[in-house]
């Protein structure tokens, strides 16, 4: 101990520290730019440690192998065992270089994750386990983990309705993204019985409310100012409990009857969740099912991913509202008060009138009804086509049925049929082409066209490199014999096809196919014998007629004109210089088969990488050689020259061909 009191091994130990993570640094480095390839830091410095503390090791068996055993031994042959010590040394370095390697085939850098990373993880796992158990007792609770059977999906049977709501109550209760998977299977009345349409409608405005007391301090906060200095009142009994927020009644300090959309406290949390939950499932389905992979479950699941987290900024709507009543006259869109909006409320007019899902029609005359399908149908398809801004969540609970008081009357009676759309989280949207191709496809579906068909088709989708367009052109018209006026039967037969022929849907257009067949289900409850089909078609050729009158046609040719005349003034002068070149005999035609960067890349690392290995395979052959020989003089007693060049050699070679091989692993990614 000196005399400050500080033990006198304490520097030592420090600086041996110090050393040793600098060397295990160094090496790591070394590690890195010898194998070539992207190597996560921590394996690296861990190979660096190995180097540290495995050269001392090696450097003993081989200075006992060569006969140096002891400090004479060592200093009668000092260049030996210095030769020797940088060899172990080498070794060492060449040996955990290889357990990189094998590392790296195992669990390759960046699937385990970093280790905050893996902290992280672990804490998401324990959210998604309470998630699971959390639903789990949901659905124990509400009667759904009962034995079933086939009768629970027949229609009118006390099953299928005791099934039906045991579903529509768990899902109710299990939060955000499970109300909204119960939105979109409520649309869908051609593949589930009555029963559970009728219980899953009730979840587009049934939801658990909260109380206002929870929400208000949430509205001050998006507000920026107190209640009562926007809302002369405000409901604390919302209208409406939806899955992401809940809806109050509210008049303005103008007087003006608003509703006021309150976004729940817990939504965006409970949403990453179950979301998380969501894509993992489908991740796992994908690779482990055909079925999965055909459908591409993983993408599905993100895109929905991405819908809903949209649906959660209110901004957004607020901007989908606007575009969606810019090209929509036919539907009634609420008016939006964005000054006193923000991206979790949302402050728009109130409509007066009853969700679809929930209005009684049943009583109302079959031309009533039909007319607010044509109504609809008419409004929804003419955003799809016309204006290439549509509503893509279009479950009953989104569609208003309005009540209109007749003039000089106090009581509600309906005057003309009126809908309005709610709900504006979900917009999609499609460019011009897209749209006469889709309007020019629904029209040779009706008129049994099968080429015309697959021509407005292959306008729309990625074309596959190896197409049979013949094979394609013969299995649309099987796909046209189904066609029996449903949508969805037609773009699931249509879904199918694609994948059979490898054609890639752009998102958009698949947002607008699913919207359309989506609507068919809600246009049923309306009226049941509406054909869906025949409607379409003859709205989308009067709509392409509107887009193809002389007058469209020459805005369009005036649009594309200025491009044109450029072209126009060189053409001549083009002409004349190829005629030339063709009379005096020196067209000349290059063709540079590595013109492109990528492929002359590609070809120089091949070579790099065969010389690698080449060079490799060559001085492992000469270490054997060169250790098996029995010539040359004697380096030290047990040790020849030539058996020490070979120990080199064969370090050369081994690491040589640990690069080759990581490259060869890693040249796919």
């Known amino acids: 101990?000196?005399?400050?009191?500080?033990?006198?091994?304490?520097?030592?130990?420090?600086?041996?520290?110090?050393?040793?993570?600098?060397?295990?640094?160094?090496?790591?480095?070394?590690?890195?730019?010898?194998?070539?390839?992207?190597?996560?830091?921590?394996?690296?410095?861990?190979?660096?440690?190995?180097?540290?503390?495995?050269?001392?090791?090696?450097?003993?068996?081989?200075?006992?192998?060569?006969?140096?055993?002891?400090?004479?031994?060592?200093?009668?042959?000092?260049?030996?065992?210095?030769?020797?010590?940088?060899?172990?040394?080498?070794?060492?370095?060449?040996?955990?270089?290889?357990?990189?390697?094998?590392?790296?085939?195992?669990?390759?850098?960046g699937s385990l994750g970093t280790p905050w990373g893996l902290v992280r993880s672990l804490r998401a796992s324990g959210a998604r386990r309470g998630r699971y158990l959390h639903v789990t007792r949901i659905a124990f609770r509400e009667g759904l983990l009962?034995?079933?059977?086939?009768?629970?999906?027949?229609?009118?049977?006390?099953?299928?309705?005791?099934?039906?709501?045991?579903?529509?109550?768990?899902?109710?209760?299990?939060?955000?993204?499970?109300?909204?998977?119960?939105?979109?299977?409520?649309?869908?009345?051609?593949?589930?019985?009555?029963?559970?349409?009728?219980?899953?409608?009730?979840?587009?405005?049934?939801?658990?409310?909260?109380?206002?007391?929870?929400?208000?301090?949430?509205?001050?906060?998006?507000?920026?100012?107190?209640?009562?200095?926007?809302?002369?009142?405000?409901?604390?009994?919302?209208?409406?409990?939806?899955?992401?927020?809940?809806?109050?009644?509210?008049?303005?300090?103008?007087?003006?009857?608003?509703?006021?959309?309150?976004?729940?406290?817990?939504?965006?949390?409970?949403?990453?969740?179950?979301?998380?939950?969501?894509?993992?499932?489908?991740?796992?389905?994908?690779?482990?099912?055909?079925?999965?992979?055909?459908?591409?479950?993983?993408?599905?699941?993100?895109?929905?991913g991405v819908s809903l987290r949209e649906e959660l900024d209110y901004a957004i709507e607020l901007e989908n509202m606007r575009a969606v009543a810019a090209g929509n006259p036919a539907l009634k869109i609420p008016t939006v008060y964005p000054e006193f909006s923000s991206n979790k409320v949302l402050v728009m007019e109130h409509l007066d009138g009853e969700p679809l899902g929930e209005a009684c029609l049943s009583a109302e005359p079959p031309e009533f009804r039909r007319a607010l399908a044509m109504e609809l149908f008419?409004?929804?398809?003419?955003?799809?086509?016309?204006?290439?801004?549509?509503?893509?969540?279009?479950?009953?609970?989104?569609?208003?049925v309005l009540r209109q008081t007749a003039p000089g009357t106090r009581e509600e009676t309906t005057v003309r049929p009126a809908l309005a759309l709610l709900d504006f989280g979900s917009v999609g949207r499609l460019g011009r082409d897209a749209r006469m191709s889709l309007a020019g496809f629904i029209v040779a579906v009706q008129a049994d066209d099968n080429v015309a068909a697959t021509d407005r088709l292959l306008e729309m989708v990625e074309r596959a490199p190896a197409l049979d367009r013949r094979a394609l052109e013969r299995d649309m018209g099987v796909l046209l014999t189904h066609v029996n006026g449903s949508t969805n039967a037609l773009f699931t037969k249509l879904f199918q096809l694609l994948q059979r022929h490898s054609l890639g849907i752009p998102l958009q257009l698949a947002g607008a196919l699913r919207a359309?067949?989506?609507?068919?289900?809600?246009?049923?409850?309306?009226?049941?014998?509406?054909?869906?089909?025949?409607?379409?078609?003859?709205?989308?050729?009067?709509?392409?007629?509107?887009?193809?009158?002389?007058e469209a046609v020459r805005n369009l040719l005036a649009s594309n004109a200025i491009g044109f005349i450029s072209t126009l003034q060189r053409l001549p002068r083009n002409l004349s210089m190829l005629n030339e070149k063709i009379e005096n005999g020196n067209l000349q035609v290059n063709v540079r088969q590595f013109a492109s960067p990528t492929d002359r890349s590609f070809l120089t690392g091949l070579v790099h990488e065969g010389i690698i290995a080449g060079i490799s395979i060559a001085a492992i052959i000469g270490s054997i050689l060169l250790m098996v020989s029995n010539s040359g003089p004697m380096l030290a007693q047990n040790l020849r020259l030539h058996e020490f060049l070979g120990y080199t050699l064969a370090l050369g070679g081994f690491v040589f061909g640990l690069r080759s091989l990581v490259r060869i692993l890693n040249a796919g990614k």
């Open 146 to 304: 009962r034995p079933v059977n086939a009768r629970s999906m027949q229609r009118g049977t006390p099953e299928a309705a005791r099934t039906a709501r045991s579903l529509a109550a768990t899902l109710g209760k299990s939060g955000v993204t499970f109300i909204k998977l119960g939105q979109m299977l409520s649309t869908r009345a051609d593949a589930l019985p009555p029963e559970y349409i009728a219980e899953l409608s009730l979840l587009q405005t049934r939801a658990e409310p909260e109380q206002f007391t929870e929400l208000r301090p949430l509205l001050e906060e998006a507000l920026g100012r107190s209640v009562d200095e926007v809302f002369h009142s405000i409901q604390a009994e919302p209208l409406a409990s939806a899955s992401v927020a809940q809806v109050h009644a509210a008049v303005l300090l103008s007087g003006q009857a608003v509703v006021v959309k309150i976004q729940r406290p817990a939504a965006r949390n409970q949403v990453k969740v179950d979301l998380d939950i969501i894509e993992r499932f489908a991740r796992m389905l994908e690779r482990r099912t055909s079925w999965g992979r055909a459908l591409g479950l993983e993408s599905l699941a993100v895109g929905f």
């Open 1 to 109: 101990m000196d005399p400050t009191g500080t033990p006198a091994f304490l520097p030592l130990l420090l600086l041996s520290m110090v050393l040793t993570v600098f060397f295990a640094w160094a090496a790591a480095f070394a590690v890195r730019r010898i194998l070539g390839v992207p190597v996560g830091w921590p394996r690296s410095f861990a190979v660096g440690l190995v180097v540290c503390f495995g050269g001392t090791p090696l450097t003993t068996v081989f200075l006992s192998n060569s006969g140096i055993v002891d400090a004479e031994d060592a200093q009668r042959a000092v260049v030996p065992t210095l030769l020797l010590f940088g060899l172990s040394i080498a070794w060492a370095f060449a040996l955990g270089t290889g357990l990189l390697v094998a590392v790296e085939v195992l669990w390759p850098t």
């Open 378 to 400: 008419g409004g929804i398809l003419s955003q799809v086509i016309v204006s290439g801004v549509f509503h893509s969540d279009l479950h009953p609970g989104n569609i208003l």
């Open 516 to 550: 359309i067949g989506a609507l068919e289900g809600t246009i049923k409850l309306l009226d049941p014998g509406f054909d869906v089909v025949g409607e379409a078609q003859r709205k989308s050729l009067s709509w392409i007629s509107a887009m193809t009158t002389p």
